[in-house]
């Protein structure tokens, strides 16, 4: 009766990897283990991983083994495995932060498997935890040297997108339609170089979030020299591109201002590199209309 069930899952499964083969474009499958428990997990693991019409993530909780499968063109196995850490559950290349693995429910939390093995011995168990402590303290170390150089690396990445978006404000702010298009071009051609796996994990989750629309946005600034309809769409890309230097940063302080009298009377957002007032949204007719509600350092 067991080995009828097991096949009868083995077809389903391969029923339900043909399904979504047929829907993600350049597919490629891959089997990796990643850790928990029960249902709960599963339901958990492949609601983090998956991507509409992009990954498809199959995991078996007797096995602890998932199958990705994923459009190859669109993502890969690390964004994947990153998403899922992010909810709470390690793989074989990325530990879930402690935040994460805690908000599990009880049933939900795996035994995390320990580092250094321990023997039966007391005098080797001894030189065994010394050992996991220098271990440790070596691990922290090089994780402190590479935070640095990680961050470096996504501060580089988004440099030309944060550069662009500011002349284009500034653009805004002379009410020149002609040069906001061309600086918007230039925002787009920045936005489509960002390479996401070279990103923080933290930055990588929140441009996933926001890429779609800068992208949408940039292109549709770019795409006419009418100021009023630039404006319009800039309210909307100042919101994401928000959304990104506040988890980003920028080399400098950033001043997030706002103006009441924008959009006709609710108000509207932008960002700044100078604290002084200059507004996007009216130029030379109320330059001065808004103030600094943040700096972002």
Request: hydrophobic content about 35%; proline content about 2%; glycine content about 6%.
């Amino acid at each position: 009766m067991k080995s009828i069930k097991k096949i009868l899952m083995a077809i389903l499964l391969l029923l339900s990897i043909t399904i979504v083969n047929a829907q993600i474009k350049n597919t490629k499958t891959e089997t990796v283990k990643i850790y928990g428990n029960c249902g709960m997990c599963e339901a958990t693991i492949e609601k983090a991983g998956n991507l509409r019409k992009v990954a498809q993530v199959d995991w078996d909780k007797d096995t602890k083994m998932a199958t990705l499968t994923y459009d190859s063109a669109k993502t890969n196995q690390d964004e994947i495995l990153k998403r899922i850490a992010l909810a709470g559950y390690d793989s074989e290349k990325f530990l879930a932060p402690d935040a994460a693995y805690n908000s599990l429910a009880g049933c939900c939390q795996y035994e995390r498997e320990a580092k250094v093995s321990v023997t039966g011995d007391a005098k080797t168990n001894q030189s065994d935890s010394e050992q996991a402590k220098k271990m440790a303290g070596m691990k922290n170390h090089e994780n402190n040297a590479e935070t640095p150089k990680k961050d470096q690396v996504a501060q580089n990445q988004l440099k030309p997108v944060f550069e662009n978006y500011f002349l284009l404000k500034d653009a805004l702010v002379k009410t020149d339609g002609k040069v906001a298009s061309s600086v918007a071009k230039d925002l787009l051609t920045s936005l489509n170089g960002v390479k996401m796996d070279k990103l923080a994990m933290d930055v990588h989750m929140v441009w996933m979030k926001v890429m779609k629309d800068l992208t949408a946005d940039a292109k549709s600034i770019s795409e006419t020299q009418d100021i009023n309809k630039q404006r319009m769409v800039f309210m909307s890309l100042s919101k994401n591109m928000y959304d990104l230097i506040k988890v980003a940063k920028y080399e400098t302080p950033v001043f997030y201002q706002f103006c009441p009298m924008a959009n006709g009377g609710k108000g509207a957002n932008w960002l700044s590199k100078d604290n002084g007032i200059k507004n996007p949204y009216y130029g030379s007719q109320m330059l001065s209309c808004g103030k600094t509600v943040e700096t972002i350092k």
